[in-house]
């Protein structure tokens, strides 16, 4: 069990900030309360359970400095991907806002430690268990063998540790930020801020797609799980960033 500080989250793109996926989605944005801060979701009652599998760019061998805790911003995520029959859980049958996208030990320099071992499937409980934090049974298995191999033996440890740390801090209504006129990156920051006011913005990076919808919040950690400064690679375009550098610093979604 994790027992750290509490964390915070904000966002950096200079100029304005768009986010995605408030206009065109039928329902998505109808309860921002519910999207954001919802504990239960419609749960498939049949969760299929992955085989064992090894994604194929290994680097077992790197050293972690450090982990993230990489959120999607939903509504973007659906945009174009609402009908399509495996995000059916994501983008038709829930309303979600934020979800885990996953918990990441990271390297400061060289590459991230990835796919350390044969990843054993995802048991059923523990999907089910986790899946209103992370509603895709296939993204499920693909990060615990991905990120989870590299730190934890179990992957219904590796869930309850996201879990714990997704818990700990509180989620602006982004879907109610949006509605802001001019809305900046800064705005964006200062509602995290504002929500968790123990940890510095240095703490928080994003990623911006090529379009400058936002598409992941990034939660900078040290081994401890404590908030740390996030990396280049980590924390994207800063908050003076102009246009020109949307794509700038941004970190690979695994």
Known sequence: MISRPPSLLATALGAALLLGGCDGLDGIAASAETAETAAQCFVPP????????????????????????????????????????????????????????????????????????LAQPVPAPVLTAHYCMIPSAALMQHEWAAHGTCAWQEPDAYFADAAELWDRYRRPDLFRLSRQDGLSAGDVRSAFSRANPNVADAAIGLKINARGWLEEVYLCLDLDYAPRRCNAREAGPSAASGAGDKRRGAQRAP
């Open 46 to 117: 049949d969760l299929a359970v992955a085989t064992t599998a090894t994604p194929p760019d290994r680097t077992p061998d790197a050293p972690a400095t450090g982990h993230v805790l990489a959120m999607s911003w939903s509504p973007e995520f659906c945009r174009f991907r609402s009908d399509q029959p495996q995000h059916r859980g994501q983008c038709q049958d829930n309303r979600f806002g934020l979800i885990v996208h996953g918990l990441w030990p990271q390297a400061g320099r060289g590459p991230h430690p990835r796919a350390c071992a």
